[in-house]
């Protein structure tokens, strides 16, 4: 098992990036359903925790088949997905993922936010005999490098700046001097028990993993002004919309992939 502690700085309060998160999330997995591809939402309901309290769970399939590699696509299912299963208890969340397809890989992501420039030392409670197991990576929004297919100029936090808070662009150094100032701290880990190919495959899911989280934190920020001052039931109803309009498109590609009529 591959362990990483990911630690993201934003230049937000803990309880404004509460809105900023669920904005980015919506919005972004709309953007990314398409041609048999996307998020299609199953369950979205309140769910409550003994310790963590009332919180909200999410359960969905993130549709891959057409972006995988040709020699992949050759042998797997023609409809294929991932499933996520997420429990929200902010400011403490759980995700896990997995594939019916590839049974031995597993993901779990524990997350928690906090009003601080990633100075926690283990604010996840990782056992002190696990703790030697845990690399911590900071990742920065502005000065990290994003693949060229996803980079916009108008999501670069180093250009953005905020017409409705003021804040941006972030400089050299941002997380030391920017107020307010909030992180992100993600314990990733990755398992894939299959000899011969256990290292290269959870280290190749770590650095996509840190891909996504590079990029939906920069959309966060950048999407600032459309979120800000939304009340959490704004959100909900936005992301209710945007919800039923991924999976209104995730089910016609599927519907289009699944109809012999239409393949040649």
């Known amino acids: 098992m591959l362990t990483k502690e990911y630690r ?24 990314q359903s398409d041609a048999g591809n996307g998020v299609e939402v ?26 995988l590699p040709y020699w992949v696509q ?26 019916s397809f590839i049974p031995k890989l597993h993901i779990t992501i524990l997350t928690k936010f906090e009003d601080n420039a990633g100075t926690s030392e283990n ?11 845990r690399t911590i990576d ?11 297919k996803h980079y916009k100029k108008e999501e670069d936090p180093k250009f953005f700046k905020s017409s409705v808070t ?9 997380r030391q001097t920017d107020q307010p100032i909030m992180c992100s701290y993600k ?3 990755v398992s894939f028990e299959v ?3 256990q290292t290269k495959v959870e280290d190749f899911i770590q650095r996509c993993i840190r891909d996504v989280l590079l990029l939906g934190h920069r959309q966060a920020f950048t999407w600032i002004d459309e979120w800000h001052g939304m009340s959490i039931e704004d959100v909900r109803e936005y992301e209710r919309k945007k919800q039923e309009e991924a999976n209104e498109k995730v089910l016609i590609s599927r519907e289009d992939v699944e109809d012999p009529a239409t393949v040649d």
């Not at 669920?22 to 919005?27: D, N, S, T």
């Not at 199953?42 to 972006?67: A, F, M, V």
């Not at 299912?77 to 995700?95: A, L």
């Not at 003021?166 to 941002?174: D, F, M, Y």
């Open 195 to 197: 000899w011969g190919f």
């Open 166 to 174: 003021g804040r941006g662009p972030l400089v050299e150094g941002w």
């Open 138 to 148: 900071f990742v920065d929004i502005a000065f990290d490098e994003i693949t060229a």
């Open 8 to 31: 993201i700085c934003m230049p937000l309060t803990v309880e404004e990036y509460k809105i900023g998160q669920l904005y980015m999330i919506a919005r972004h997995s709309l953007e």
């Open 123 to 133: 604010c996840l409670n990782i056992p002190e005999d696990k703790l030697p197991e």
């Open 74 to 99: 050759a042998f797997c299912p023609r409809v294929f997905y991932v499933v996520e299963r997420g429990w929200n208890y902010y400011p403490f969340t759980i995700t896990e993922y997995t594939c």
């Open 42 to 67: 199953i369950e979205n309901k309140e769910c409550h925790d003994p310790e963590h309290g009332k919180g909200q769970y999410t359960e969905k399939r993130i549709h891959l088949s057409s972006r």
């Open 187 to 189: 314990l990733v880990q």
